[in-house]
Structures are given as C-alpha cells and as structure tokens.
C-alpha cells in the first residue's frame, strides 16, 4: 500500500462523490492529513475526547534528541508527494509534449497524391464540413489498404465504404468526424494500446481527480489504471495508464482542468496494476518551528542514520471519536450489531449537519427516520440505513455487506493496524532496537518493502543467523490466519492483547470469508533515503514554501528565506517504501504528537 495515500479512512463525511457537486460547496473534514491551520468551521470537536497517538499504540521513538515544536501540513501545499515507479526513477511531470507520431507499416502511398493532399488540408483545418471521395478499384484488397494508411496515417480522420452508380462501383468516403469519441476512437493498428502519462493533481483524491478526468472525457473510469492512490489534501505526482486513449485529447485536459496537469505522455503495451510502485518521495514543510538549527541537524540527522519506526499513522484510524479500528474489533468479533451501532451513534467531530441526523439513531434506532435526514454524500451511513429501513432493523450483517468492499475491509484492517502499531511499541519496551533470538525476519527480494505479502515466509532469528541481519530487517506481523509469530515473549504478548479484546489468534478465519484476515508482515523501523533539509524564514502564513513540478513547469521562482523573517520552517525532503506514514517520520523529528487534537493547538492565524 501507498504512504499516506492508501490509508484512507472511512469516516462518512469523507466518502462524499466530487463528481456531483463541485468541491467548492463541500467542506468536509479530510482524515487522509493532519490537520493545520484550515480547520473546518462547519465541524464540532471537544479536543480532550479525540483520538491521540497513544490511543492506537504510538508510543515510542528511536532516537534521543530533545524534540521541538512545528506545524504538520498547514497548507495542502506544505504536502507534496512524487510516486517512485518500480525502476526506482522520482515520478515527475516535466514535459507537456505528446509523443512523435509513431512509424507505420502502412504505405501512404496507396493514397493517390492529390488525395493525400486534400486529406492533409482536411487534418490542418479541422474540417469538418469538408469529404473527401477517393475512387478506387472495383478490389476488397485495394479499399482494405487505403482504410489501413488512412487509420495510421491520418487518425483524426474517418473513412468508410460507400456504394455510387446505384451500387455498380464503391468509393471511400473520409471525413473529420465532428464527435471527438468518434475521431479518437480510431486507433492505430501499430501502436501499443495503453496512454502513459503523468498526473499531477492539487488538493483531489485520485479517484475523484480520474472521476472527473472521465467526466471531460465522455469516456468510463475503468479506461484508467494506477498504482496507488495518492493523498487528497497534498499537490502529488503520479503514473496513469489509459486504454485507447490518445494523448493529445489528454494533453487537452490542461486548458479546462483546474490545479491539474497532464504530461510526459507515451505509449506502453500494459496497463499500471495496483502496488507497481516502490514508494513515494516526500516534499514537506514543516512550519513554524521553534526549535534550533543545532536541534534540527541533530534530528534530521538521526532521521537519516537510525530512521523511524514503522507505525501506521493516525489518518489510518479517523478523525473521531468512534475509530475505525473499533468497528473493525467489533466485526472480527462477529458484533455485526455494535459493528452498525459504532458507525451509526454520534460522535465528537462530526460536522453539524450530522449532530441531529446521529442523535435520531441514538434515541429511537429508527433507521428509516435517520435515513430520511441523512445530509447528501454521507453514503457509508445511506447505505446502512437503507438496508435496515428495508430488510429489518435487525440485519446487521447485510447493512454491513452494502458498505463497498474495499471499504468495510478499511475498518479490519484499522484494527489490525492497531495491534499492529501496540505490539511494536511493546516489543520495544522489553527488547529495545537490539535483535533477539525469536525475533522475524524476512529473506527476499522483498525485503526493502515496508509490507510485504502474506505468502513469503519468515525467517526465526535464532543463535546461528543472527549475525546476519539488522533491526532493519526485523518484521512483525499484522494479525491474521495465515501468520506466523515471533517465538519469543512478543509472540505471547500478540495472544494477550487479542484475548483482551474478544479474538482468538488461533482462529481467525470468520464464517464470513470477507472479514476473514490472512495478515501480513510489515517492517520495524524504515530509514528513508534521499533526505535533504532547508531553513526557511518567511513572514506570510499563506505563502507556498516549496515548488511542486507544475510551480517548476511554469516557471515560479524558488521560494527565498527572507532574513529576519517572523517565523521559521523546515522543508524536508525524503523517499520512503510503499506503505510507511511521512507523518510517522515527522514524529520522529519533531517529538510531538501527530494527532488532530495536538496539531490544532499549534495553529497560526
């Protein structure tokens, strides 16, 4: 999974359709950051009873320093983010350029000179009133290669076969097709199938940002392929695959899509598949800072040789009181009834218009009443409703199967995350960063990932192979039937915390397969690569402190530390594996508490 991306939480406030309504009138509160200074007006919070790190197992650091104080994510932009493909390459947008036209099989030539002409002005002018009748052969052959040079060599245009002389002879007929699906439906016979390019998106999740890429387009979304979503509230950088879809009708998205961009444009045999991806290279600002240049040397500096550990960051567990990973406890107990119940009741940051919708459920369970005062794009919640409104108040199971897959998982995998993140912290306390006999490891090729897949099986360090790994290579499995434990006092520790919380490790297969959890391993501690620090003093708030690869494409000047300057930022930069948490090495650095609650008190305004 994707670092800071993939981790989208699943309260219903955030699960609205962007392509419904334009984001300008939705002022939801976005659990996929930490929040800054753009605190949402429209949203209730008491910050005493919200979530802190501790509440889902964040507990430990690595390194020593003294911490100081900073500012995660004010603006969007203080966010942005570049996909690492799976060469290794920094994924930028550098170019708007289309690709040359490719070279053709096709003899041009087979179009008589007078033809090819007309049908080169007919290209040049856009023509749309304009046909072109190119008389041939009474030969099936003869028509068949002059359709084929026209589709390679002409593939704005449109030819067909038409009968003259009531039938007696036949012609070709071309035309510039005046629907633009039509004209760029044709596709070269010689020509990979899939569009590769580059998207560069500004404060957008990327589903919503391919919605309303579909949307201009008149074309479906499942035309478009991707390794990993990317953070909504952040400018992000990120390789698409689009089938049959020609990159100029793309590169003209630029003139009508707002804080978009669409470039480095190529044709590829193969779509991007889900996970193709080796991680994300992080552009961040951090502001207001109040520690010294000596203390932030020293923390960057430990960030670089010790790196952080591994833990899941909060936007992995909401923004509310009822956490995700409750309700996901709540199912894997088989509690459908609690599990419905948790994302029904109110809760501490909620925005208003839910505050009376919630308090209905709390006081009568009238699913149909509640359903009836749902606010618009709450569609976790609509689709809970609808099913009890309708097939009985006591279907539980079924309100949950409406909720989409990959949605209701997001609730199991939170509480995952949560023992995840407890079990870590708590090896620490009894082993610290040393390696013990027991311990896990992992030796494959896999190993550099953050996460790796539930069939790769670990190695159990013991007094022989020790010497040969680090606590870099030390994993610990996210809980689930397929896992194995450490054989040390961790393994006990991972049997303990899941009994206290109604689960049997031994048997965790539901008998409904879809709660059913294999796990997986995920590394200890992450050390980032490519890290790099700069100072800044500035005097505006709202001034953007770091240039994304549009700001660089258009020729915006780097951002200057003015000396004297009221405040001071740090701009980091750093590349990290497929599924760690940017924030988690912030925390780090910083010393402080990621969570909303903490973050909402440093506020500049």
């Not at 005493?48 to 932009?77: L, P, T």
């Not at 084929?148 to 036949?170: C, M, W, Y």
């Not at 976790?380 to 949605?407: D, F, T, W």
């Not at 896992?483 to 409904?512: Q, S």
Request: charged fraction near 30%; charge should be neutral.
């Amino acid at each position: 999974m994707d670092v800071e991306d993939k981790q989208t939480s699943i309260q219903s406030s955030e699960m609205s359709n962007s392509d419904q309504e334009p984001p300008s009138k939705k002022m939801k509160i976005d659990t996929n950051d930490i929040k800054g200074a753009q605190i949402e007006t429209n949203t209730i919070r008491d910050e005493k009873n919200c979530m802190c790190e501790k509440d889902v197992g964040i507990i430990e650091y690595i390194s020593k320093h003294n911490g100081f104080n900073a500012i995660i994510k004010q603006r969007y932009s203080d966010f942005i983010v570049n996909e690492i493909n799976m060469e290794g390459d920094i994924v930028r947008l550098t170019s708007f350029d289309i690709p040359l036209i490719e070279k053709t099989n096709t003899n041009c030539e087979v179009i008589n000179k007078i033809d090819r002409e007309k049908l080169k002005e007919m290209v040049e002018n856009k023509d749309h009133d304009t046909q072109v009748i190119i008389e041939v052969e009474d030969s099936k052959e003869e028509r068949t290669r002059i359709h084929l040079a026209i589709r390679d060599h002409f593939p704005a245009l449109e030819s067909s076969t038409i009968d003259v002389d009531n039938g007696q002879q036949k012609h070709i007929k071309v035309v510039y097709p005046k629907s633009k699906a039509n004209r760029d439906s044709r596709w070269a016979a010689n020509r990979p199938k899939y569009c590769k390019f580059v998207l560069y998106k500004e404060n957008k999740d990327t589903m919503d940002t391919i919605s309303l890429i579909s949307k201009n387009m008149r074309v479906n979304t499942n035309l478009f392929q991707y390794a990993g979503t990317k953070d909504k509230r952040a400018k992000t950088t990120q390789e698409v695959t689009a089938f049959k879809v020609d990159a100029e009708r793309l590169k003209n998205l630029n003139d009508i899509m707002r804080n978009m961009g669409f470039g480095n444009f190529r044709y590829v045999s193969s779509p991007l598949k889900l996970g193709q991806s080796s991680g994300n290279h992080f552009t961040l600002v951090l502001r207001n800072v109040e520690g010294s240049d000596d203390q932030i040397e020293l923390a960057v500096s430990s960030l670089q040789s010790h790196g952080f550990i591994n833990y899941f960051g909060m936007q992995r567990f909401g923004t509310t009181t009822v956490s995700t990973h409750s309700v996901g406890k709540a199912i894997l107990r088989e509690n459908y009834k609690l599990a419905v119940d948790l994302i029904l009741r109110p809760r501490d940051g909620d925005d208003k218009s839910m505050i009376g919708c919630r308090k209905i459920w709390s006081e009568t369970k009238d699913a149909k009443k509640m359903l009836d005062k749902l606010p618009a794009y709450h569609n976790i919640e609509k689709s809970v409703l609808y099913v009890l409104s309708k097939q009985g108040s006591n279907m539980y199971y079924n309100a949950l199967q409406a909720i989409p897959r990959n949605l209701r998982l997001l609730y199991v995998h939170s509480y995952q995350s949560y023992i995840w993140n407890s079990m870590v912290s708590r090896r620490i306390q009894l082993y610290g960063f040393k390696l013990v006999e027991g311990d896990l490891v992992l030796n494959t090729d896999d190993n550099s990932k953050g996460e790796s897949k539930m069939d790769i099986k670990p190695v159990v360090i013991d007094e022989d192979n020790m010497k040969d790994y680090s606590i870099l290579d030390v994993v610990l499995p996210l809980p689930g039937y397929e896992m194995i434990y450490p054989t040390n006092n961790v393994g006990e520790l991972y049997k303990e915390l899941l009994a206290e919380d109604g689960i049997d490790i031994t048997n965790m297969k539901t008998k409904h397969k879809d709660f059913s959890v294999p796990g997986t391993y995920r590394k200890m501690v992450v050390k980032p690569t490519h890290v790099n620090k700069r100072i800044i003093y500035y005097n505006d708030h709202t001034m953007s402190l770091a240039l994304s690869d549009l700001d660089i494409l258009n020729g915006v000047e780097e951002p200057k530390s003015i000396e004297g300057g009221k405040w001071k930022a740090l701009k980091l930069e750093f590349s990290l594996p497929t599924s760690a948490y940017a924030t988690m090495a912030l925390r780090e650095i910083l010393k402080i508490d990621t969570s909303w609650a903490h973050q909402s008190t440093l506020n500049v305004t």
